[in-house]
T-cell receptor
Framework: GAGVSQTPSNKVTEKGKYVELRCDPISGHTALYWYRQSLGQGPEFLIYFQGTGAADDSGLPNDRFFAVRPEGSVSTLKIQRTERGDSAVYLC??????????????FGPGTRLLVL | SQQGEEDPQALSIQEGENATMNCSYKTSINNLQWYRQNSGRGLVHLILIRSNEREKHSGRLRVTLDTSKKSSSLLITASRAADTASYFCACPHQGTYKYIFGTGTRLKVLA
């Protein structure tokens, strides 16, 4: 398929463990976003990549959260020492990037993270 | 702080009726987008309206933007049961690429 894919679709982990969430954006999209969504809330911005660099990571809640995009395509969101409050759906989106017409974001199906 | 806030939080209508949702935002923007979400998973882009546009149409969707009031509305005409979903507006924060979503309007269309 040509859409944004995320793996795993569901992840259950124990408090204190480390998790990695993966996002495969649409081919050719230079911009990539990570969001977190709690039940009944809208998506909350975490980080935005333009190419390989994190252009805006102001939404990362603390230093337990880190994201990389080493080759400007696939991105991994890493959460260390998980806490129960990290439980949420983590959404990834990609877009063509800066420029007219490049703002539309295409979302993946999300990874539902449950920290026990 | 919320950039986009939708109103109402929930809306229940009969099939065939029109549904109107509103979004208010705080800072100046260059575009505003509306998204739909089914079953709490991935969002689907519906429509983007730029700050120099006042109205935009896409099929049964009509979006308006009033930059003087910092508000937008999404109208769905002749609603169908399949339109049942949550609808979100999203705006870039102060000229950045940090998009802020509202808490959404949960629309239920009864057959």
């Amino acid at each position: 398929g040509a859409g944004v894919s995320q793996t795993p679709s569901n992840k259950v982990t124990e408090k204190g463990k480390y998790v990695e969430l993966r996002c495969d954006p649409i081919s050719g999209h230079t911009a990539l976003y990570w969001y977190r969504q709690s039940l009944g809330q809208g998506p909350e911005f975490l980080i935005y990549f333009q190419g390989t660099g994190a252009a805006d990571d102001s939404g990362l809640p603390n230093d337990r959260f880190f994201a990389v995009r080493p080759e400007g395509s696939v991105s991994t969101l890493k959460i260390q020492r998980t806490e129960r409050g990290d439980s949420a759906v983590y959404l990834c989106a990609s877009s063509l990037g800066p420029g007219l017409g490049g703002e539309t974001q295409y979302f993946g199906p999300g990874t539902r993270l449950l920290v026990l | 702080s919320q950039q986009g806030e939708e109103d109402p939080q929930a809306l229940s209508i009969q099939e065939g009726e029109n549904a109107t949702m509103n979004c208010s935002y705080k800072t100046s923007i260059n575009n505003l987008q509306w998204y739909r979400q089914n079953s709490g998973r991935g969002l689907v882009h519906l429509i983007l309206i730029r700050s120099n546009e006042r109205e935009k149409h896409s099929g049964r969707l009509r979006v308006t933007l009033d930059t003087s009031k910092k508000s937008s509305s999404l109208l769905i005409t002749a609603s169908r049961a399949a339109d049942t979903a949550s609808y979100f507006c999203a705006c870039p924060h102060q000229g950045t690429y940090k998009y802020i979503f509202g808490t959404g309007t949960r629309l239920k269309v009864l057959a």
